[in-house]
C-alpha cells in the first residue's frame, strides 16, 4: 500500500481485530484496490470515511437455547452485524455452521455493503447467523433452533430497519421458521425476511438468482472478448443453492459442467451433468440431505474424489460456489496450468489472497464474488418491493430484471476499472473496479449524511 491515509486505516484495522483473520483478508483486499479512488477524493480522510467503513455500525451477539428431540438442552451462540446502512436498511443473510464467528461474519458484512451498493438499490450491508449445524439435526430440532433464534432477533429487525435472508445452511425450511415465529411475536405480517416460500411473499427466480446472476455476469465478460460458453468445459464447486443453479444455466447455454462437491470431496462426470442428473443432486442435498458421493453410486460415467478439491480437473472456466477460501494460491497455480481461461466467483472469498493474485498476474478473466454473486440480494431487493407492492411478478419478469441488474454491475466494474487505470493492455481487473464503483456510492452518501 502507498497511499499513507490507505496504510494509517489498513494499520488500525490489523490492530483493531488481530483475531479476525477472514475479516483482515477482506479488509486488505478492498484497501489495496482503492487507493486510486482515495488518491482522486481528497474529501474522504477529514471525514474519517475509511475508518468509519471498516468499523460495523452495530454488533448484537445472544444466547440461543433449544431443545433437542431427546429432550436435552443446548446452547448457540447467535449474531447480528449491522454492517452500514448509509444506502439503505441493513440487507444480508443468515449463516448457520460451526465455522460462524465474529471474524466471519465481519467478512461478510463489509463485503455485503459493498455488494449491495453495486446493485444501485437501495439496501446497506449486514450479516448474521449461527454456530448451529441443521446438519444431522430433525426439522423439529432445526424449528425450535430458529424459533429461540427469532425470539431475540426479532426486535433488531424489521422492514425498514433490517432484512435478513438465507445463506450457508439456511434455505426456505429455515426461513419458514424464522419468519413464523417473528410473525407471531410481532403480530404483524411484513416483508422482514427474503428468500421466503412462495405461498407467503417469496419471490420467483429467488431461489435460482445467485447462480443465474452468477452465470449472466460471466457472460458478459467473455461477450467483452468475443467468446460464450458453448463447448466450454466447467467445474462448479459445492451441490447447494449457488452451485446447482450456476450449473442449471450453464447447462442452458451449451456449456459441459463435470463437478460438483461437498466439504467431504468431488465427483466427475466425464458425459456431463445434465439437468435430469441436476434434478437428482438438488433433491439428494436438499430434500434428502445426503452426501454427494452418493453421485457416483447413481451414474456410471462420474468418479468420486474424497477429501479432494475440484480445481484438479482441466477445464475451460470455474466456479467456486461453496465457501470462503475454498480455492488456494496452489490450486490457482493448479488450474491456469490447466489452462483455465475464466474464473467467477459464486460463493463469497472463496480464492484468498495468493489465488486471486495469481488469477490477476495471469490476466485471465477474473470475477470476484461481490461482484458476480450479487444476483442473490438483488432478487431480495426485487422481493423486498413486492412485498411493499403487496404484488407478485412473473418468473419471466424477475428473470429479466436479474439479468439486467447483472449486466449493469458488470458494466459498472469494467467501466470502473477503466476509469481507474485498473487495465493492462486489454486486462481488466474487475477486483478493482467492483471495489471501487461499489465503495464511492456508499462513502458519498456518508458523506451527505454527516458524522453519524
Ligand atoms: P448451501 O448451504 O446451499 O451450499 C453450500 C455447499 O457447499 C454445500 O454443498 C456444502 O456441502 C458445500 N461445502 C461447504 N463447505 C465446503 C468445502 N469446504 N468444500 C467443498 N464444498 C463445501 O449454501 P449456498 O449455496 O447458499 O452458499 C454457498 C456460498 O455462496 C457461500 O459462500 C454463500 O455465502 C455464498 N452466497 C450465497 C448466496 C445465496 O443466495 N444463497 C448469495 C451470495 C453468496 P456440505 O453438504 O458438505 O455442507
Known sequence: MKNAYVKRVWEYVQAKNANEPEYL???????????????????????????RMVEPERVIMFRVPWMDDAGNYHVNRGYRVQFNSAIGPYKGGLRFSKEVNLSVLKFLGFEQVLKNSLTTLPMGGGKGGSDFDPHGKSDKEVMRFCQSFMTELYRHIGADVDVPAGDKNVGGREIGYMFGQYKRIRDEYTGVFTGKGLTFGGSLIRTEATGYGLIYFAQEMLKKVGDNFKGKVCVVSGSGNVATYAAQKLIQLGAKVVTLSDSNGYIYDADGITQEKLDWVKELKGVRRGRISEYAKKFPSSKYFEGKKVWEVKCDCAFPCATQNELLGSDAKTLLSNGVKLVAEGANMPSDLDAVNAFLDAKILYAPGKASNAG??????????????RLSWSSEEVDEKLHSIMVNIHNNAYDTAIKF?????K?????????IAGFVKVATAMIAQGLV
Open 25 to 51: 483478508q477482506a479488509v486488505q483486499e478492498v484497501l489495496t484496490t482503492l487507493e486510486p479512488v482515495v488518491d482522486q477524493m481528497p474529501e474522504l480522510e477529514p471525514n474519517a470515511i475509511l475508518e
Open 376 to 389: 442473490g440480494v438483488a432478487t431480495s431487493g426485487l422481493e423486498m418491493s413486492q412485498n411493499s407492492e
Open 421 to 425: 487505470g485498473a487495465t493492462d493492455g
Open 427 to 435: 486486462f481488466v481487473n474487475y477486483v478493482a473496479g467492483a471495489n
